[in-house]
């Protein structure tokens, strides 16, 4: 690949920024200002996006790279009810990314920045082995009513957003070509939609929050089963779902019959859904049909001697699902780094497969500054 100037590829880059009432000091410097609102107060996450790790190539264009990274970040505020302000991205970019190929990632983010009216406003770059995106995003809420995972209470109510198990079945999907090929007759654009352009529920949790009283959230990032395992460990109770309740696509069912997979074994560990996942009252029920957007109560809060996730199999059996899921940390018997990446089937226990995973130190150059 020809050489170009890091300055040059911060100029390109520049374009993407949009000029903010808020922002003071736009990209160009090392730093940004935001002013501040005194009856409002910021929120700041920070989500990682590594080739090898999170995403192949070969399953997804630059520009879906691009767009699933920021709204993978933009989910931590949706978990908060924050609304977004701006993000900063550091890029990782191994040789063989020309200028219009980075070009291509941040147009990725340009249907995310027209619906939340943001833009990215600094960033760095550095020279590497593989595509990464580590994205900072910065939000605000009104003071002292940002939404925790922490509050629940013995009888909430459990309710989902949306619906679960494209990302899931994607994977499986990419991995499994047989399974492919006996679901050529169906429509199968909406499970790889769902898996390379997720929507964080970003508009929909500013109207929940004002009609529900939110009493624990996350953001399904990792799996239901572990991150409904989340809440129950922090708050100290156990949580039984129902089977029967889970809000399956549509275009997931041929693949369920067909590979002959239950639902609860796909949804309990399909990750990267960026469904918000919370607790209300059941007092809350009645006001449920009456909001715009898709929600499903699929269980309950429970006293329990541990915190564990149960789940109500349509057969009468139980299962607890509290460690299905992905764990970055998990060591299994394929491997010291799990990654997400169709390898292993449903039975068992990880969506993900792991792959040979690269330490950070590995960059080479001096870092430099980024829109």
């Known amino acids: 690949m020809a050489f170009f100037p890091e300055d040059r590829l911060i100029e390109e880059l520049l374009s993407f920024f949009r000029p903010h009432n808020r922002i003071k000091l736009p990209p160009g410097d090392d730093a940004m200002t935001i002013s501040e609102i005194p009856v409002t107060e910021m929120v700041v996450s920070l989500d990682a996006f590594f080739e090898g790790v999170h995403f192949k190539r070969e ?15 933009l989910s931590d505020l949706a978990a908060t009810g924050a609304v977004p302000l701006t993000y900063l991205v550091n890029l990782e970019l191994p040789p063989d990314l020309n200028v219009e190929k980075v070009k291509e990632i941040y147009r990725g983010y340009e249907r995310l920045n027209d619906a939340y009216c943001i833009s990215p406003s600094g960033g760095n770059i550095v020279r590497g082995n593989r595509i990464s995106l580590v994205t900072t995003v910065i939000g605000e809420v009104e003071k002292d ?11 909430d109510v459990v309710v989902v957003t949306g619906d679960l198990g494209r990302p899931g079945a994607a994977l499986l999907l990419y991995e499994r070509k047989e399974l492919r090929e006996r679901l050529s007759n169906f429509d199968l654009n909406p499970i790889f939609e769902k898996f390379k352009r ?4 970003i508009k929909e949790i500013q109207n929940i929050k004002r009609e529900l009283n939110i ?5 399904i990032s990792d799996g239901l089963g572990i991150d409904l395992y989340r809440l129950a460990r922090l708050n100290g109770f ?5 089977e029967n309740k889970l809000p399956v696509h549509p275009s997931v069912v041929p693949l369920l019959e067909i590979g002959g997979i239950s639902a609860w074994e796909l949804i309990s560990e399909s990750g990267e859904e960026y469904e918000l996942l919370f607790t209300v009252p059941e007092e809350d029920l009645k006001k449920l049909g009456g909001l715009e957007c898709q929600l499903t109560p699929i269980g309950k809060v429970v006293p329990g001697f541990r915190p564990r996730v149960i789940l ?3 057969d009468g059996g139980e299962v607890d699902i509290s460690q299905r899921g992905y764990d970055h940390r998990r060591v299994d018997r394929a491997g010291p780094a799990p990654q997400q990446s169709p390898g292993r089937s449903i039975e068992g226990g990880d969506l993900r497969s792991p792959e040979g995973h690269r330490d950070r130190g590995d960059r080479e150059g001096p870092p430099g500054e980024a829109p």
């Open 59 to 73: 399953y997804m264009d630059l520009g879906e790279i691009g767009h699933k990274s920021l709204a993978a970040a």
């Open 145 to 155: 009513s940002a939404l925790k995972r922490s509050g629940m209470a013995e009888g």
């Open 198 to 201: 997720p929507w964080p529920r």
């Open 215 to 219: 009493t624990s959230i996350i953001d």
């Open 238 to 242: 156990s949580i039984v779902i129902d």
């Open 312 to 314: 109500k199999k349509r």
